[in-house]
């Protein structure tokens, strides 16, 4: 079974300008959440989606945000970069198992803002 | 005080041993545990996942849950040089839907 894809792997952006990451959930899963990784931060939950509807959101600005199709795939967008937004953006897709959910990461875009 | 805290390392071990990665949470009604693995550059890997209090095996590795004290562990036993890894640890609330809340991870080095 292939795993969560997404792309594009690496961007190079500037300040001021928009960012659109796409992520494809491990097929059959219906719920794709997304991170921010930094080294100062770590970890960080962005929103998470569920049949097209965003169920859950973290504490980022309005800047931040996302979507999900149809077909569960999913793509998070960012308006007006700053420097600060450089890091990598995961993308997780779960599954309900019998005790609860797992979660299963993508390989991560990775963003620097220039 | 963080929702979710690790020691962040690193642990050193040798070889063979057995590496003991701790974790502990904020939130008394967290429901479900796990353990990420992520090697240098990559995305993290779901090595275990824990729902009730006691033990959990798998293969090397060996996730204990302590509710009482929200506390959460890993033992690595047999510990390799592959091992070596950040290892985060997760939690996750009911109604929390898929928000997991992540430690800040404990680097693991094991030298041959």
């Known amino acids: 079974k292939a795993g969560v894809t997404q792309t594009p792997r690496y961007l190079i952006k500037t300040r001021g300008q928009q960012v659109t990451l796409s992520c494809s959930p491990i097929?059959?899963?219906?719920?794709v959440s997304w991170y921010q990784q930094t080294p100062g931060q770590g970890l960080q939950f962005l929103f998470e989606y569920f049949s097209e509807t965003q169920r859950n959101k973290g504490n980022f600005p309005g800047r931040f945000s996302g979507r999900q199709f149809s077909n569960s795939r999913s793509e998070m967008n960012v308006s007006t970069l700053e420097l600060g937004d450089s890091a990598l953006y995961l993308c997780?897709?779960?599954?309900?198992?019998?005790?609860?959910?797992?979660?299963?990461f993508g390989p991560g875009t990775r963003l620097t803002v220039l | 005080q963080k929702e979710v805290e690790q020691n962040s390392g690193p642990l050193s071990v040798p070889e063979g041993a057995i590496a003991s990665l701790n974790c502990t949470y904020s939130?008394?009604?967290?429901?479900?545990f796990f353990w990420y693995r992520q090697y240098s550059g990559k995305s993290p890997e779901l090595i275990m996942s824990?729902?009730?209090?006691g033990d959990k095996e798998d293969g090397r590795f060996t996730a204990q849950l302590n509710k009482a004290s929200q506390y959460v562990s890993l033992l690595i036993r047999d510990s390799q040089p592959s091992d070596s890894a950040t290892y985060l640890c997760?939690?996750?609330?009911?109604?929390?839907?898929?928000?997991?809340?992540f430690g800040t991870g404990t680097r693991l080095l094991v030298s041959p």
């Open positions: 097929s059959g899963h219906r719920s």
């Open positions: 997780a897709s779960s599954i309900t198992l019998a005790g609860g959910d797992e979660q299963f």
């Open positions: 939130d008394r009604v967290s429901q479900s």
């Open positions: 997760a939690v996750n609330s009911p109604g929390g839907f898929q928000k997991l809340v």
């Open positions: 824990i729902y009730s209090n």
